[in-house]
């Protein structure tokens, strides 16, 4: 029987059937082969949510056959990449060509179709969420008919889809926008809490892309400010192999699993461990192509929960998260990331019409996640927060609804392409109502 697990091995299913298909025509008779059964049919990517959006639990469609660049615009400055391409494909590809996304999230493991379909987004920049920067896509909807979409043809479409949870169709291209392969200048920083939280505004204001971490039960933080340089890729100075692997792959995943595995076994002392890794950071500068500085190898397996707040309430919620952490006898050795994103114009986007701070949380995959995400949810839902639609999260349609102004036109849209719920599963029941 073939299992279907998913990254941090929360979730898993036992799909029916597993089909590969290497084109669009493919996928089409998948999903017209599905829809005559009366059975479900689901597209997974890489399974790096960590929720159940990806579950297959009908027919499960596999990525691997839809990789790789399919038309380049330079007029236009987009790209047309098959949907299952991985994004560090996708970053080679792009870099050969001398191209680059605009943004990026912390790792590019993921497929370039998962990615946009649950918003995943990086920080700062004119556009956060690889979702915002696709222009134009083409995909199988419940029926087997193939729709694209770009600003010009069906752009309710177009808006919905590029965030689109698995519930309109299987994507099989994806338009996107691109810029001239540039530099990032990196600098790293450890602070402390209160010199962070005064001067976040400032740092976000001065720098292209910020990131924070907070170590819980301490007072450090690390604060990350990135630069775009007018410079050619050439002219970068990255970090040398040595510093890269120590400090990107051994401190940040050997060494951290070692403390995990420490505080995993030994909660008392998590607080200390904190101390001890946020002191063992220390301030570096670096440059590299774009992708290099965005990503990095994440090699501890953890679960994670992560909402968007609207940007004037962001850090009062981190303040009050803090008040409970400190209020109560969980040990959390994992930083809670702080990010903030423009505000964007997808229908189900979480940063849609406003300014947002996210707040990340993060647990050791063995680690019972239930009271520390639920206490901590419920301060980020009193402010407002929506869920990232890919992290763990409690909510159900009735409480999203008003979260988002443009939730009916979502639903109206997946009753016009998906009236037999063929792409549905249990979490999109949950999250959308049926
Ligand atoms: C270590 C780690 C780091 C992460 N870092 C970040 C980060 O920095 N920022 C951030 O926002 N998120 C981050 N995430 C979350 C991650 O980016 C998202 O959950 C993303 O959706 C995972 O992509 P995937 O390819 O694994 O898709 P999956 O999780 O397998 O699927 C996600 C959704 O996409 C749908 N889908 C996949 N392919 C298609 C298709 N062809 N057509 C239609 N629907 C499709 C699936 O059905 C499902 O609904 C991280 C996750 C991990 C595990």
């Avoid at 025509?25 to 929720?51: D, L, N, P, W, Y």
């Amino acid at each position: 029987m073939t299992q279907w697990r998913n990254w941090s091995g929360l979730e898993s299913t036992s799909p029916s059937e597993v089909v590969v298909p290497a084109d669009v025509s493919e996928v089409a008779a998948a999903v017209t082969e599905a829809a005559e059964r009366g059975t479900t049919v689901k597209m997974i990517g890489t399974g790096h949510s960590f929720t159940s959006i990806s579950a297959p639990e009908g027919e499960m469609l596999r990525p691997e056959a839809l990789q790789g660049i399919v038309a380049v615009d330079r007029e236009a400055m987009t790209v047309t990449a098959l949907a299952g391409t991985p994004l560090h494909v996708l970053n080679t590809e792009l870099a050969r060509l001398g191209l680059s996304l605009h943004n990026m999230g912390d790792i590019a493991e993921q497929t370039l179709a998962g990615a946009i379909s649950t918003g995943t987004h990086g920080t700062g920049g004119l556009k956060a969420s690889l979702s915002a920067q696709v222009s134009g896509l083409e995909m199988v909807v419940g029926d087997g008919s193939v729709v694209r979409a770009s600003a010009t043809e069906n752009p309710d479409v177009l808006a919905a889809a590029r965030l689109g949870l698995g519930a309109l169709g299987v994507l099989t291209t994806i338009t996107f926008d691109v810029e001239p392969l540039g530099v990032l200048l990196a600098h790293e920083q450890p602070m402390l809490w209160d010199e962070a939280l005064e001067r976040y505004d400032e740092f976000v204001a001065e720098s292209h892309h910020c990131d924070m971490y907070w170590f819980p039960h301490t007072d450090r933080m690390q604060v990350k400010r990135n630069y775009r340089q007018d410079l050619a890729p050439g002219e970068a100075e990255p970090l040398s192999r040595f510093r890269a692997w120590l400090d990107d792959d051994f401190l940040a995943n050997t060494a951290f699993a070692g403390v995990n595995a420490i505080g995993n076994r030994a909660r008392s002392l998590v607080p200390r461990l904190n101390e001890m890794s946020g002191r063992l950071l220390s301030e570096r500068s670096y440059s590299d192509v774009p992708h290099k500085v965005f990503t990095s190898p994440r090699r501890v397996v953890f679960r994670e929960m992560e909402y968007a707040l609207p940007r004037e309430v962001g850090l009062d919620a981190l303040r009050e998260v803090r008040r409970l952490v400190d209020a109560s006898d969980w040990r959390i050795s994992f930083p809670v990331e702080v990010r903030m994103t423009p505000a964007d114009d997808l229908t189900l986007g979480t940063s849609t019409g406003r300014e947002s701070i996210y707040l990340a949380f993060h647990v050791n995959r063995r680690t019972d996640h239930t009271a520390y995400f639920g206490g901590v949810e419920e301060i980020l839902r009193a402010h407002d927060g929506r869920p990232h639609w890919g992290k763990v999260h409690t909510r159900t349609a009735a409480d999203l609804a008003p979260a988002y102004p443009r939730w009916q036109e979502f639903l109206d849209l997946r009753d016009r392409l998906d009236p037999a719920r063929v792409f549905s599963n249990t979490y999109l029941r949950r999250v959308l109502g049926d």
